[in-house]
């Protein structure tokens, strides 16, 4: 590669990041998701404006085609954004309020995703398709895109509007987190047997099995092992270099899952996961540092990359958007109205739950990427996911800053006496 090839590759490097953390920080400032600002950057820059004038549109694809580095940037900031959502799982994840919690998630989840697949087969199209894509791992897609939650933009929500202490975050985020956990799982499947139509049926169901396998494992006995090496005197890496050994578990996570052609963006989940493994103190100053680049660089680009992928000029069907975002929201918040019934909650609360718990946010978009990469979906089903994530994601930050402009409650309280969760100035309640 020559100096002025990879000159052209930073130039557009630094056009994404500025424009990402530009846009992050107006929307921020408009009180609205930081991610809806990182992905128009990419839009900006794409074919629905910049990218309309040839010069510009010539600069931008001749840079794409250097070396595969855009490439690369785009999944390492993916690989970093499903690490550190791994490890934030054992962070938010509380054992309190079971019963709220499985109510919320076997019904409020476990319906929108049953009734996906239950219809999936009749409203699946040859326009929601791509090259790989068949009729098992689109129905799987369409499923898990109508029960995802976010849980990085709901936590960055409740961060922000000052009320990750209430018990009604940490309800939505127990529920977003095992919730994500099945989803993810459920895509990792759609992945696995993606163009494998005509794939003998016994080579298919080893994939699948290996693929079931390797996320059960890294759930569950692999995170004890590396509980285990955490605390080796052996470990000198993680001693004197905590950082480096958190990034070389994330490698070595997606080195295993390559060589059983497995999906890098569920080891990477996997091994956020395992490092913390309930002992966030030992590697929080790494966490942090690593956070701090992959938010500040890495991941804002992968987001702005998305936006880039967007196509609002050929890549849209209006009728598709519409028919699936209005399809989706109402089954999810009627789902979730019902599964709070259940546990107990009503009124105000239950449009609080609902609207919270629509946010699809990152892993919506994550969602999308993942299955547009591998060829299950095409480009406007793809733009689809993507306004459906940011879409939700919106919604959900602007209704809960009007609840506690308001000084309504978040959530009613649970017993006589007890204080009302409202606004960030009222943090009693635990």
Same mark, same amino acid.
């Given at each position: *590669? ?12 630094? %056009? ?17 998701? /930081? ?56 962070? %938010? ?6 019963r709220e919690v499985a109510w919320l998630t076997i019904v409020g989840t476990g319906l929108p995703f049953g009734l996906g697949l239950l219809f999936a087969p009749w409203l699946i199209r040859p326009s929601l398709a791509g090259p790989n894509g068949n ?60 163009? /494998? ?6 080579? *298919?169901?080893?994939? %699948? ?37 958190? *990034? ?61 992928? %967007? ?8 009728? *598709? ?10 089954? /999810? ?18 449009i609080n739950l609902a609207i919270t718990t629509n946010a699809r946010g990152g892993p919506g978009i994550v969602l999308a990427s993942v299955a547009f990469d591998a060829g299950i979906i095409s480009s406007k089903f793809y733009t689809t996911l993507v ?44």
């Amino acid at each position: *590669m020559t100096n002025s090839e990879l000159s052209q590759v930073l130039l557009l490097l630094l %056009l994404l990041v500025g424009f990402s953390q530009a846009l992050g920080w107006l929307f921020v400032k408009l009180r609205q998701p /930081k991610v809806v600002g990182e992905i128009l950057a990419g839009v900006v820059l794409g074919n629905s404006l910049l990218g309309r004038f040839p010069f510009f549109a010539h600069f931008v694809e001749s840079a794409k085609h250097q070396g595969n580095i855009l490439d690369f940037v785009y999944w390492l900031g993916l690989l970093l954004l499903m690490f550190l959502a791994g490890a934030e799982t054992q962070q %938010l994840f509380s054992r309190e309020e079971r019963r709220e919690v499985a109510w919320l998630t076997i019904v409020g989840t476990g319906l929108p995703f049953g009734l996906g697949l239950l219809f999936a087969p009749w409203l699946i199209r040859p326009s929601l398709a791509g090259p790989n894509g068949n009729r098992i791992a689109l129905t799987i897609i369409l499923a898990v895109g109508v029960a995802v939650t976010s849980v990085p933009v709901v936590s960055k929500i409740f961060a922000d509007l000052k009320i990750l202490h209430t018990r009604f975050a940490r309800l939505v985020l127990g529920v977003a987190v095992l919730e994500d956990i099945v989803l993810w799982l459920a895509l990792a499947i759609a992945t696995a047997s993606a163009g /494998k139509g005509l794939l003998h049926p016994r080579a *298919m169901t080893i994939h %699948l099995l290996l693929t079931v396998a390797f996320f059960i494992l890294g759930l569950t006995i692999v995170p004890r092992l590396i509980k285990r090496i955490n605390k080796s005197r052996f470990n000198v890496l993680a001693r004197h270099s905590p950082t480096g050994y958190a *990034m070389a578990v994330l490698l070595a996570y997606c080195v295993a899952a390559g060589a059983l052609d497995i999906s890098l963006v569920f080891a990477a989940f996997l091994a956020g996961f395992a490092v913390v493994h309930k002992k966030r103190k030992l590697f929080s100053e790494s966490l942090d540092a690593i956070g701090k680049v992959s938010f500040a660089f890495f991941i804002p680009i992968y987001f702005a990359i998305v936006g880039l992928k %967007l196509d609002l000029i050929r890549g849209v069907s209006l009728e *598709m958007m519409i028919v699936f975002i209005a399809g989706t929201c109402i089954i /999810k918040v009627l789902s979730v109205s019902l599964a709070g019934r259940f546990a107990g909650f009503r009124g105000l609360d239950l449009i609080n739950l609902a609207i919270t718990t629509n946010a699809r946010g990152g892993p919506g978009i994550v969602l999308a990427s993942v299955a547009f990469d591998a060829g299950i979906i095409s480009s406007k089903f793809y733009t689809t996911l993507v306004v459906a994530a940011v879409l939700t994601s919106q919604v959900a930050g602007t209704w809960l800053d009007y609840v506690l402009r308001k000084g309504w409650p978040l959530l009613a309280p649970k017993a006589a006496g007890e204080s009302r969760e409202m606004s960030p100035e009222n943090p009693s309640v635990a």
